[in-house]
């Protein structure tokens, strides 16, 4: 056993197959990749990395009483993620967003995962069957480990939330027939909250979806002209990067230059020139037990229902973006 660190779950004693997974070349390449695709070129500070997440989302699956196996299929469950993560879906147009998904097996199958699995007497394809893992993944509305700890990393890296506020909510979560889900309606009005901040305040600002859009274009144009193939997707954001700047393409080097924090940006839906179609929902609607009753906490909370009603209206909506200067 090894003790690691979070800044969010704090110290933890983790298993020996898990503590060589940590050290795998297929996990150390997570250092590399931002979850949030472009935003660390438009804002430094929005630099949180698929590494940070994996590990998290294993301590809090561990902490919510998860077996080794499922803690191994949460460190591992971003580790197919491309060079800037759902970025590629935009570039190859994938309109699921899952492009990961699509190869995860074939990098799993790639990597030194399975010879390290094997040591410790597991199989490595248990990972891809992701119904057993019902703390690790569920499908929304519901509440899981995955999308809880992107929602608290993020906010509380970049100052929207407190760590009192995210340490209030922890103690709060709990576990039922393994479900995950919360012990009071202040608890579950919080992480909605927080959620649509997540998902509609900062992955739909007006600079996150520049930065989306710019890259996506820059990509575009790299694979045309051949200057990146798609093998290159499979190292991380830095080779890709270098790639990009040293490839000498005068058009692909004016648009790399716009990616800044400095760029005045307006949101218009009579002259603009980024539109992003609105149309996926991505609602939450937490469970909660108390008095041995479970019920979803639209219906314990008129505060949660009204939020969800904002939250689908703002979802269904197109983002449109003028550029005003770069």
Known sequence: MITIHDPIYGEHDIDDVLAELLQSKAVQRLQK????????????????TRYEHS??????????????????AALLHDVSHTAFSHIVDHVLEEQDEDYHEQIFMNVIEASDIPSILQRYGYDY?????????????????????DRIDYTLRDLYTYGMISKQEMCSFLEDVTVHNGQICLQSVQAAEWFTEAYYKETIDFFLHPLNSYGYYILTKVLKEALQ????????????DETVLHLLRNCGDCVIDKMLSSLHSKVVLEESDTEYD??????????????????????????ASPFVKQCNEKAKKQLKQNIYVKIKSV
Not at 33 to 48: D, E, K, M, R, Y
Not at 134 to 141: D, G, I, Y
Not at 225 to 236: A, G, P, Q, R, Y
Not at 274 to 299: F, H, T, W
């Open 125 to 145: 394809r248990m990972i891809e069957k992701w119904e057993q893992w019902t703390l690790l993944e569920q499908p929304l509305p519901n509440l899981c480990a």
């Open 225 to 236: 002209k051949n200057i990146i193939h798609l093998s290159d997707f499979s190292t991380d």
């Open 274 to 299: 980024i539109c992003y179609k609105g149309g996926k929902e991505r609602l939450i609607d937490p469970l909660i037990y108390i008095n041995d009753m479970m019920q979803r906490a639209s219906v």
């Open 55 to 72: 590990v998290g989302v294993m301590i809090l699956v561990k902490m919510l009483g998860g077996s080794v196996e499922e803690q191994i």
């Open 33 to 48: 990749i931002h979850q949030g695709g472009a935003s660390f070129l438009v804002n430094p500070t929005w630099n949180v």
